[in-house]
């Protein structure tokens, strides 16, 4: 386990590209990061292997009254999850529940088209896709994500963070491939209290990340397998 708290993202996706340097990923891999923390991690990770970035909106929907409360995820604009036991439980209306998800959706689409200036999102079709956040807590916006990337049929899907709950880590071993974690301490009651600087990553950070990792590697894809699409 390394040592924690991380200094910041940049350093936590370093380590966490060390980590998943150590296996053989196929040529057609290619790094997600979730918005807008996860791609200051999946950057530096995706820096050291080497591979393609690109990003995953992700939105949480927020309890109504309490936002912070997650009542389901909303991922790529396509998929869309919803903790139906607690929305029972908490009596929340299906036309408030339709009112947050709608909210969100136009938040999603706003940083689709900001982060990837109108071109479409990639078809991850027969690739391997390693989806990075900068940590998980529930672990709902990451269910979200992976659900959104099987979507596609991906060859794999693996999850990989620098730090996150047991409970998170056994939920989506459940759901994906693999999920590579540094580090799982306990107790875990939030993302930011393992890392020194946790500031806000901005839309032009995320912008600047991405313009940064394709000017030194090019296009996503410089050669495809026979039958697989290439991303765009």
Same mark, same amino acid.
């Given at each position: 386990?390394?040592?924690?708290?991380?200094?910041? @993202?940049?350093?936590?996706? /370093?380590?966490?590209?060390?980590?998943?340097?150590?296996?053989?990923?196929?040529?057609?891999?290619?790094?997600?990061?979730?918005? /807008?923390?996860?791609?200051?991690?999946?950057?530096?990770? #995706?820096?050291? $292997? %080497? +591979?393609?970035?690109?990003?995953?909106?992700?939105? %949480?929907?927020? &309890?109504? !009254?309490?936002?912070? $409360?997650?009542?389901?995820?909303?991922?790529?604009? /396509?998929?869309?999850?919803?903790?139906?036991?607690?929305?029972?439980?908490?009596?929340?209306?299906?036309?408030?529940?339709?009112?947050?998800?709608?909210?969100?959706?136009?938040?999603?689409?706003?940083?689709?088209?900001?982060? @990837?200036?109108? %071109?479409? #999102?990639?078809?991850? =079709?027969? !690739?391997?896709?390693?989806?990075?956040?900068?940590?998980?807590?529930?672990?709902?916006?990451?269910?979200? +994500?992976?659900?959104?990337?099987?979507?596609?049929?991906?060859?794999?899907?693996?999850?990989?963070?620098?730090?996150?709950?047991?409970?998170?880590?056994?939920?989506? /071993?459940?759901?994906?491939?693999?999920? &590579?974690?540094?580090?799982?301490?306990?107790?875990?009651? +939030?993302?930011?209290? !393992?890392?020194?600087?946790?500031?806000?990553?901005?839309?032009?950070?995320?912008? @600047?990340?991405?313009?940064?990792?394709? @000017?030194?590697?090019?296009?996503?894809?410089?050669?495809?397998?026979?039958?697989?699409?290439?991303? =765009?």
């Amino acid at each position: 386990m390394p040592e924690l708290p991380f200094r910041d @993202r940049s350093e936590a996706g /370093r380590l966490l590209g060390q980590k998943l340097s150590e296996r053989h990923f196929p040529e057609i891999t290619i790094v997600l990061g979730l918005t /807008r923390g996860g791609v200051a991690v999946a950057f530096a990770a #995706a820096d050291i $292997l %080497k +591979a393609p970035l690109d990003i995953l909106v992700v939105r %949480k929907l927020g &309890v109504p !009254w309490q936002p912070e $409360l997650a009542m389901g995820a909303v991922a790529g604009g /396509r998929v869309r999850i919803l903790d139906e036991e607690l929305i029972r439980e908490l009596g929340i209306t299906r036309q408030e529940v339709d009112v947050v998800v709608a909210k969100e959706m136009e938040e999603v689409d706003r940083r689709e088209r900001l982060y @990837r200036h109108e %071109k479409p #999102a990639p078809d991850l =079709h027969g !690739w391997t896709v390693i989806v990075v956040d900068d940590g998980l807590a529930t672990g709902s916006t990451m269910t979200a +994500a992976v659900h959104y990337v099987d979507s596609f049929r991906p060859a794999a899907v693996i999850v990989a963070v620098p730090v996150a709950s047991e409970q998170a880590c056994r939920q989506l /071993r459940t759901i994906t491939d693999d999920v &590579v974690c540094l580090a799982t301490p306990q107790p875990f009651h +939030a993302v930011g209290e !393992w890392y020194d600087d946790f500031r806000q990553v901005s839309d032009a950070e995320v912008q @600047r990340l991405l313009e940064q990792h394709h @000017r030194k590697f090019g296009p996503l894809v410089k050669t495809v397998a026979p039958g697989v699409p290439a991303l =765009h």
